[in-house]
């Protein structure tokens, strides 16, 4: 590949810097070797000297092959963290999508394990895009999922560990939720497009219906819990950190009738059960 870095004055870092510049330019290889990014590194005119042809290539066809391949090799990483706007969009819709998104946020690591951070605020920031609201909701449940499989370990709240809470501590301790946990509010109906990717359906139409859903891992495997908006705003409140007397009391307020205000305390228990707690935090009164 490039050659004779040193004897044309070519130092070894304006070298890579061109070479970065070329392979991540979003155009074609010529109008990346032609950009201003790269002639200021290594002028156009100059390729043959740094890049030789080969017997079946030219120098700017030899660059192309690198060049070509970055966007495969990111287009194989987000659809990677994102499977379901890649099946919603098609692969040349998700080609376009990728080569618009890694323009204003290339890849800054050695690793491609976080170049779709961003996805959700790219959607944000492109209401030109078709379906853009459900393309933000969706990019921010997977990346979500993304987070919480990635998500450090945390010990699970356990049924001992309740038992031994006074009964006059209930109502001020407050519950520390376990970090490969999430929860989201979102403005259109996402599920159904994760279960067309899970189950291979049809993607569904859009539809704009609020919903809420708490992603967390147990086990090793990413599961999600559909939320109606009195649990989600319960589950939100404990998470913060509000004292458990005064969210589920506020919870069952809400409720109109008795058998409703039982289910306030179904949903704290299913939670419990289902592992998103790390611990119980008793207020010390210093007595």
């Known amino acids: 590949m490039p050659h004779e870095a040193h004897a044309q004055g070519t130092g070894l870092e304006k070298l890579q810097r061109w070479m970065q510049e070329v392979v991540v330019h979003p155009g074609t290889v010529e109008e990346a070797i032609a950009s201003p990014a790269a002639e200021r590194e290594i002028p156009s005119n100059r390729l043959a000297d740094v890049v030789l042809p080969s017997a079946s290539l030219t ?17 194989e990483a987000l659809a990677t963290d994102y499977p379901v706007i890649h099946y919603l969009l098609g692969d040349d819709g998700f080609a376009d999508l990728v080569r618009e998104y890694v323009q204003p946020y290339p890849s800054r690591s050695y690793t491609l394990n976080r170049l779709g951070d961003s996805l959700p605020q790219f959607f944000a920031e492109r209401s030109d895009w078709p379906q853009v609201g459900l393309l933000h909701d969706l990019a921010r449940l997977e990346l979500a999922m993304t987070e919480v499989f990635d998500e450090q370990e945390t010990p699970i709240l356990d049924g001992e560990e309740l038992a031994a809470v006074p009964p006059e501590a209930w109502e001020q301790a407050r519950l520390r939720p376990i970090a490969a946990l999430r929860l989201l509010e979102f403005k259109h109906a996402v599920v159904p497009h994760l279960e ?22 147990r086990d090793y495997s990413v599961l999600r819990l559909e939320l109606k908006r009195a649990e989600y705003e319960l589950l939100r409140a404990l998470v913060d950190g509000v004292p458990l007397g005064d969210a589920l009391g506020a919870a069952a307020a809400a409720q109109k009738s008795v058998r409703q205000q039982a289910r306030v305390f179904r949903w704290f228990r299913t939670w419990v059960a289902e592992g998103l707690f790390a611990g119980i935090d008793i207020k010390d009164d210093g007595s």
């Open 59 to 75: 120098s700017a066809e030899r660059v192309g092959v690198y060049h070509g391949m970055y966007l495969m090799r990111m287009e």
């Open 196 to 217: 067309a990717y899970h189950q291979d359906l049809p993607s569904p139409s859009p539809r704009r219906r609020a919903t809420w859903v708490a992603v967390y891992r």
